[in-house]
């Protein structure tokens, strides 16, 4: 039997019966396989480099200073120890307009780190590990930061107040991470140095580092003490990462992109599924006469199953085996996009996400494609005589139902979440019947402009279309989600983009300053002036941590949801002012009385910290505690790009806590000089340029939506397929329907001609229902996620129409070219 099996798939390949069924199953394993490498390789890093990622066996974390004490235990426990200090700063170099300025990340490190693993030094074209720091009065920096100074090994930098000398160049920081201030240039020195540079004042964001390394049993007790004594002291701002941890925010983020990815990749896979299920059913029909034969010449039904459900075993074997070949080369490209953000040396992939595609392309066979296959056993011996007898009824409800089970199976596989999973199966299913029902409506519609034009070619067309309505509803539904996935990651991408920058005001500031000491306020603005920045407002910025709301005490384990538990665990930047922001405006309660304590909560927070009026905050400012009741939310123009603050309380109750200032003002680029006077006279400053920091989040997303935008294109391929399946699975009928017509005096010419214009109205109704989705949900995205004004551009729909008309020529071509070369006499008697 199998013998025989595999002869028959052998005649089937050469007939071309089993090649679009390949090729489908081909591209659903390669969308799903291609993230499943790059997710491996990625995770494989973070697990076999957890100790460099984090540069020892286990890490502290805070944002105040370590506890020398718990530097006295780990010595106690034989444990080695280095510190690291990390915040942002400026990096200045030159003099005079001359002078470049930049935000950088600083990086104060002791002898001995990292603990585990190496820095690397640039070295000609090679890297040089070392366990070395920064000599002192050198600093080390990344390359970026050479290019953007123009400054080469050798050269002087300055740090706040005191200048460096540029020692070498880093190629790879072992414990960098993945916090957004780490992808700004790199600047590392001894962290004996860093007095002298005047950097570290009251309200600068600074975080400090204890490595620790050792012996497992010694590391895990000391995690223990550590632990029992941030508990105990109820301490904020202090985070334990250990080995097993390694770097949780990354692997956080790499979970949430492989969901994401995943969840894309399946896109493909469900179109091509539908694809497969067209195919088999095609193939089904094509195989009546000979599952008959076979029937005749004394095969048994069980037999007849057992050599078709073996041949497409042998097709689902070849075709999910090649899609894994497929997906993994595909994977490069998601590395070459992606992997950059990492910077991490990916081990080789291991074999699950191979064997993981092995089985995606099974279930999706088994699902859709093994039901139409098991209604050939159904096909009884007389129609070797009867040729004209109706194929087998299929058990349509048990197909639709196992392809449905294996749809939610491989949905909930893939998202490795409940809710996920089915909000994900909601929004295609969802998204599937809409774009059916338009489709359906707009083919209705057609009817009506049968007569509108007077040429043959035109009403044969609409005529079609109108034979074989849910074959060209499945074409338009199938080519409109793959279109409209890669309309809304690029033409629509760019509007919003656009719409963005147009919503922010023309004087929007640009140049924001932080960490402005009192003392400093008076000169400062005297600078400001004296440079044009007319009447620059500086506003007070108090750190404080939230401790208590009413009598409950607020840690990160009191909130479920991430932002809420990251904005509690770290200190709010908090402001007192007596007049009403500009750009705030009061939404519930009343503004700020200065008779007593009150707090004004922006309404994004409230909403995220379940507070609502009359709860009271407690504040803990630097051991001060400050306690007030909300008697205001506020709505923030977030567009405005001014100075904003979550939290603002009144003067009188803020007048005994420490505080800095922060201003904002717009630097037309000829006077961009003023950034260097401005670090030069007052060196603690920090300054973001804000057009920059866009630059950079800007960059990162690029990366991102490109390779998206990869795995859209397996989409768009699988759409293509649907609509090639179900030109294809009519084209027998096509044939005879083109034959009878020649015969009744139809040109070929005409026959061609109504061919492009179905394709043509497939097409560009594809098209238009993918461009209409891309501006809803770019509308629906501007409107509700990002509150900027949305103008629908003409393009969207022009590029939509276009490009939904060349696929659908494309498919057409590929899956009817011959239909018109068979003559009419061999097809009337073939009939």
């Given at each position: 039997m199998l013998v025989q099996a595999l002869r028959m798939t052998r005649r089937d390949w050469r007939a071309g019966e089993l090649r679009f069924l390949l090729i489908a199953l081909i591209v659903a394993v390669a969308a799903l396989t291609s993230v499943g490498f790059f997710v491996d390789r990625m995770r494989?890093?973070?697990?076999?480099d957890a100790h460099q990622l984090l540069g020892a066996d286990l890490l502290v974390r805070a944002d105040q200073p370590i506890d020398p004490s718990w530097l006295a235990e780990a010595a106690n426990r034989k444990l080695q120890v280095a510190q690291t200090t990390v915040f942002p700063s400026m990096a200045s170099s030159g003099a005079g307009d001359a002078g470049v300025t930049q935000l950088a990340s600083v990086k104060a490190v002791t002898p001995g780190y990292p603990l585990r693993g190496s820095v690397k030094l640039r070295q000609g074209q090679a890297d040089r590990v070392t366990r070395d720091v920064p000599a002192p009065g050198t600093v080390w920096v990344d390359d970026n930061l050479l290019l953007a100074h123009k400054l080469k090994t050798g050269d002087p930098l300055r740090l706040g107040e005191r200048?460096?000398?540029?020692?070498?160049?880093?190629?790879?920081?072992?414990?960098?991470?993945?916090a957004f201030m780490n992808f700004a240039p790199r600047v590392m020195l001894a962290q004996a140095d860093l007095p002298s540079t005047g950097l570290i004042q009251y309200g600068s964001r600074v975080t400090y580092r204890l490595l620790v390394a050792g012996e497992t049993a010694q590391?895990?007790?000391?995690?223990?003490?550590?632990?029992?004594?941030?508990?105990?002291?109820k301490m904020k701002g202090v985070h334990l990462e250990s080995l097993e941890s390694g770097r949780p925010e990354m692997r956080a983020t790499l979970d949430r992109a492989e969901q994401f990815l995943a969840l894309v990749g399946l896109l493909s896979a469900m179109l091509a599924a539908v694809a497969i299920a067209m195919a088999a059913r095609r193939f089904m029909l094509r195989h009546l006469d000979a599952c008959a034969m076979l029937r005749c010449l004394g095969l048994t039904q069980r037999q007849v199953m057992q050599m078709y459900l073996l041949e497409f075993i042998a097709v689902g074997l070849v075709g999910s085996a090649l899609g894994v070949l497929v997906g993994f080369g595909a994977h490069f490209v998601l590395l070459a996009w992606l992997g950059t953000l990492v910077g991490a040396d990916l081990p080789p992939a291991g074999a699950l996400p191979a064997l993981q595609g092995m089985a995606t392309g099974m279930l999706l066979l088994v699902g859709f494609a093994v039901a139409p296959i098991l209604q050939l056993r159904n096909v009884p011996h007389n129609r070797v005589i009867r040729r004209e007898q109706a194929a087998p009824q299929p058990m349509t409800l048990a197909t639709y139902g196992l392809g449905l089970v294996s749809f939610v199976a491989l949905l909930l596989w893939q998202s490795g979440d409940l809710k996920l999973g089915a909000l994900t199966a909601g929004g295609f299913l969802g998204g599937f019947a809409l774009f059916a029902l338009v489709g359906w409506l707009a083919l209705k519609s057609l009817r009506l402009l049968r007569g509108a034009i007077d040429h043959p070619g035109w009403r044969f067309a609409v005529t079609a279309l109108q034979r074989r309505p849910g074959a060209t509803v499945?074409?338009?539904?199938a080519l409109s989600l793959g279109l409209m996935a890669l309309l809304l990651l690029t033409v629509v991408r760019g509007d919003l983009v656009q719409a963005w920058q147009q919503a922010t005001p023309p004087d929007a500031p640009n140049q924001f300053v932080l960490n402005i000491q009192p003392e400093q306020q008076a000169p400062l603005a005297t600078t400001l002036s004296q440079n044009g920045v007319a009447q620059p407002v500086l506003y007070p910025m108090i750190r404080g941590r939230l401790i208590q709301v009413n009598d409950t005490p607020i840690t990160g384990e009191t909130y479920?949801?991430?932002?809420?538990?990251?904005?509690?665990?770290?200190?709010?930047?908090?402001s007192t002012m007596t007049a009403l922001p500009a750009q705030n405006q009061v939404v519930a309660g009343k503004w700020l009385d200065d008779r007593k304590p009150e707090a004004s909560v922006e309404q994004g927070l409230a909403k995220t910290l379940n507070l609502k009026l009359g709860d009271r905050l407690r504040f803990d400012i630097g051991g001060q505690i400050v306690e007030a009741p909300i008697t205001s939310l506020r709505k923030l123009e977030w567009g405005s790009m001014r100075v904003n603050f979550f939290v603002i309380l009144n003067p009188a109750l803020m007048a005994e806590t420490p505080q800095t200032f922060i201003t904002a003002f717009r630097l037309p680029p000829e006077k961009a000089a003023l950034v260097n006077q401005l670090v030069r006279d007052f060196p603690n400053l920090t300054i973001v340029d804000i057009g920059s920091v866009v630059r950079q989040i800007q960059s990162v997303i690029d990366q991102v939506v490109r390779a998206v935008e990869f795995l859209f294109l397996f989409t768009l391929a699988s759409g293509v397929l649907v609509l090639y399946a179900a030109l294809v699975g009519s084209q027998d009928e096509r044939i005879r329907e083109a034959g009878l017509l020649r015969a009744l005096g139809a040109t070929r010419r005409q026959l061609s001609t109504a061919q492009w214009i179905e394709f043509a109205l497939v097409g560009g109704l594809a098209g238009l229902l993918a461009a209409t989705g891309a501006a809803a949900t770019g509308w629906a995205l501007?409107?509700?996620?990002?509150?900027?004004?949305?103008?629908?551009?003409?393009?969207?729909?022009?590029?939509?129409?276009?490009?939904?008309?060349?696929?659908?020529f494309i498919g057409g071509w590929v899956g009817l070219r011959n239909v018109l070369r068979h003559p009419p006499l061999q097809t009337l008697r073939e009939a």
């Open positions: 494989g890093a973070l697990s076999r200048s460096f000398r540029i020692a070498e160049v880093i190629s790879v920081e072992p414990d960098r991470g993945a590391v895990a007790a000391f995690q223990r003490w550590i632990a029992d004594r941030i508990e105990s002291g499945v074409q338009v539904v479920i949801e991430d932002r809420a538990k990251r904005l509690v665990d770290r200190e709010f930047n908090l501007a409107e509700f996620v990002f509150n900027f004004e949305w103008r629908f551009s003409p393009m969207v729909w022009v590029a939509g129409v276009a490009v939904g008309a060349a696929c659908a």
